[in-house]
């Protein structure tokens, strides 16, 4: 397996203009995660889906942003107005269930590096 | 609610010697607890866990780590530093029937030369 595919790697782009990250998980994981990283607030919680459905989406900054997954092989988190406040590093996460076992963690993409000027 | 600190931003260590990186977790029942690692432009890699029986647990690259209860702490080492460890490392605790990790803020290692 490829492991968690993100795209594009790093995306630049003018205060204003929507933005799509794109996230294909492994394959057989149910769940998907989205994190955001800053120098100022770490590694954040965005939204996670449980087998394409959202089950939190509490980290979610504002409506801004929003995220899909319309099967199980894809998800996109999208950002409409982007501000330069959403520059940040988004990561993509899946794991299988984490059962009582305790499970194998998440595994991560290599991110995407995002610049809004 | 879950909670994970890590209470030093910096941990600087001469090269061959031992490294400790500290966690301490807040979490109802039994946690699963993480360490994961950060490679400068990577994603988070896993290293170890524990869930439950030995308190010290071995992972990846030589390092191990301490669950200690009464302490409710899981810190991360290593008997002798490399430089190539010099990294972004992360906690994590996850609860028994839970789904969501949280993460703890990080801890940069550099070990130098």
């Known amino acids: 397996d490829a492991g968690v595919i993100q795209s594009p790697r790093h995306e630049v782009t003018e205060m204003g203009q929507e933005v799509t990250l794109r996230c294909k998980p492994i394959?057989?994981?149910?769940?998907l995660f989205w994190y955001r990283q800053t120098m100022m607030r770490g590694l954040e919680l965005l939204i996670y889906?449980?087998?394409?459905?959202?089950?939190?989406d509490s980290g979610m900054p504002e409506d801004r942003f929003s995220a899909k997954m319309p099967n199980a092989s894809f998800s996109t988190l999208k950002i409409q107005p982007s501000e330069p406040r959403d520059s940040a590093v988004y990561f993509c996460?899946?794991?299988?269930?984490?059962?009582?076992?305790?499970?194998?963690?998440?595994?991560f993409g290599s991110g995407t590096r995002l610049t809004v000027v | 609610a879950q909670s994970v600190a890590q209470p030093e931003d910096q941990v600087n260590v001469a090269e061959g010697n031992p490294l400790t990186v500290k966690c301490t977790y807040s979490v109802s029942g039994n946690p699963y607890l993480f360490w994961y690692v950060q490679y400068p432009n990577r994603g988070l890699q896993f290293l170890l866990k524990?869930?439950?029986?030995?308190?010290l647990v071995k992972g990846s690259y030589g390092f191990e780590a301490e669950f200690n209860k009464s302490q409710t702490s899981f810190h991360l080492k290593k008997p002798s530093a490399l430089v190539s460890d010099s990294a972004l490392y992360f906690c994590a605790v996850r609860e028994r029937y839970g789904q969501n990790f949280v993460f703890g803020p990080g801890t940069r290692l550099s070990v130098l030369p």
């Open positions: 996460a899946s794991s299988p269930r984490q059962g009582l076992g305790g499970g194998g963690g998440y595994t």
């Open positions: 394959s057989g994981h149910d769940y």
């Open positions: 524990y869930i439950t029986g030995d308190n």
């Open positions: 889906f449980n087998n394409n459905v959202p089950i939190d």
